[in-house]
């Protein structure tokens, strides 16, 4: 697999194990990013399975020829179709654990849980405003080139 297409499961590793450590930490905050953690690792998996194949065919039409749809793609087109509003629905809920660690008293929020809580609110516009947006589009390029071949 090429590097570009392991920058989603470089970010989702990395905050899997900086929320594994933070985890540890007695008290709301670590109970709160425990739950996120749950939320997250079943969620990635999917993400790994529809969004990263479909940007990876995105990135290699820009070559010439192009990859051909096989059935792996059309399997992740369809997956992404089904599972998109649970995917979504999963980012509302990690947004309200992370609510909730913000509205913590400040002497309880580490400097470590605000850089986490940054870093996951990133990770999850992203994938909102670009990612998501970018596989869907690839799920239609797919599902029309299937129509025509
Ligand atoms: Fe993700
Ligand atoms: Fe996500």
């Known amino acids: ?3 570009e297409d392991d920058i989603l499961k470089e970010e989702h ?3 899997v194990i900086s929320m594994n450590g933070i985890s ?3 008290g709301k905050t670590g109970k709160a990013f ?3 953690l ?5 969620h990635l998996d999917r993400e790994e399975g529809t969004v990263v194949p479909l940007l990876s065919y995105l990135k290699e039409r820009m070559c010439k020829g192009g990859r051909t749809v096989d059935d792996s793609l059309v399997t992740a087109a369809d997956n992404l179709s089904v599972e998109l509003e649970s995917m979504l629905e999963e980012h509302r809920q990690i947004e309200d654990l992370l609510g909730r660690i913000m509205d913590l008293p400040k002497e309880k929020q580490t400097e470590m849980a605000l850089e986490i809580v940054a870093e996951l609110r990133h990770h ?3 994938e909102e405003q670009m990612l998501y947006p970018a596989a869907m589009a690839a799920t239609e390029l797919i599902k029309l080139k299937k129509k025509t071949c």
């Open 1 to 3: 697999m090429d590097h």
């Open 13 to 15: 590793s990395r905050l």
């Open 24 to 26: 540890q930490d007695p």
């Open 34 to 36: 425990s739950e996120v």
């Open 38 to 42: 749950k939320i997250f690792q079943y």
């Open 124 to 126: 999850v516009a992203l």
